[in-house]
C-alpha cells in the first residue's frame, strides 16, 4: 500500500472539517495567521486577507483556503495539518485520514486458543470485600458524635482496617497463589 500524501489526506479530510460546528472562527483565524505569519509563509498577505474576510461565511472561507492549499503542493498541505495540531489538537486527532493511517498499521494480535475463565471465588470474594467496605464506611459515617452512645463501637471501627487488613491481604495472598498454580 501507498503511503498517503498530505494532499490526499487533506481531499480525505476536507468535508470532515468543513461540517458545521468542527472549526470556530478563531482557531480558522489563528490556522490563517500562521500560514501567514511564520516562517515557511505559506499564505500571502492578500490570501489571508480573502481568507479571513468575515462578509463571507466561515465555511465558505474553509472550503476557499482548503481548495488553495490543495492546489498550492504537499508542503502547503503539511504545515497546514501542522497548524491544525497546533490550534486544534482534539478535532485534528479525530481526522479520518488519521484513523485511516492508524487501521492500516495495525495488525491483528493473535490471541490464540487459551481461553481465560474467570475463578467462581473472584466475583464473590470482590463483592464481599466492596460490601463489607462500604458497609464499615456508613457505620462509620452514620454514627452519631455523641460518644455515649455506643462508645466502644468507635473504637473498634477506627481500628477494623488494621484488622481486617490482615486478614484480607492473607485471603488475597491465598486466592492469588491457587489462580497463578494453575498457569
Known sequence: M??????????????????LGRLSEQQVDRIIL??????????????AEKFRNPKLSLRVRLCDLLGHLQRSGERDCQEFYRALYIHAQPLHSCLPSRHALQNSDCTELDSGNASCELSDRGPVAFL???????????LIYCCPPDPKVLPGARRVLGFSPVIIDRHVSRFLLAFLTDDLGGL
Open 128 to 138: 464481599t470485600c466492596l460490601g463489607l467496605a462500604a458497609g464499615l464506611a456508613l
Open 34 to 47: 500562521q500560514l501567514n505569519r511564520y516562517y515557511p509563509q505559506i499564505l500571502s498577505n492578500k490570501d
Open 2 to 19: 501507498t503511503e498517503q500524501t498530505y494532499c490526499d489526506r487533506l481531499v480525505q479530510d476536507t468535508p470532515f472539517l468543513t461540517s
